[in-house]
């Protein structure tokens, strides 16, 4: 991975967890004492959130970016989510959901309509 993709990394992380934070009412700052981004990924937010978050910013969707999420949530014992933005694309958010836990969703949402 070369510098400049880090680097858009870095900043997309920075950008999201500024959104998150608005969103939350809540400030979520970037994880510094994540490991090495060549190793594993290393865009994870802190660990203090109920999920486990894997940020990507890129030009075009890869869809290892799901197993990496869902292997990161097995070792943080969390759902998954994945945030990202392609070039020139507002962020879209992933969560992997067991079928229940849809259901659930499905349910609270239609008790609020």
């Known amino acids: 991975m070369g510098k400049r993709s880090r680097d858009k990394g870095k900043v997309g992380e920075r950008e999201f967890l ?3 934070s608005s969103w939350l009412g ?26 486990s978050l894997e940020i990507k910013r890129a030009k075009a969707f890869q869809h ?11 070792e943080e ?16 958010v992933l969560l992997v959901l067991t079928p229940a836990e849809a259901a659930d969703v499905i349910r609270k949402r239609e008790s609020e309509a």
């Open 18 to 20: 500024r959104e998150l």
């Open 77 to 92: 014992d969390k759902p998954p989510m994945l945030a990202y933005r392609l070039d020139h694309q507002p962020w879209r």
């Open 26 to 51: 809540r400030r979520i700052r970037r994880n510094h004492a994540q490991p090495d981004p060549q190793e594993s990924g290393g865009d994870s937010a802190p660990g203090d959130l109920p999920v």
């Open 64 to 74: 290892r970016w799901i197993t990496q999420t869902e292997s990161q949530a097995v």
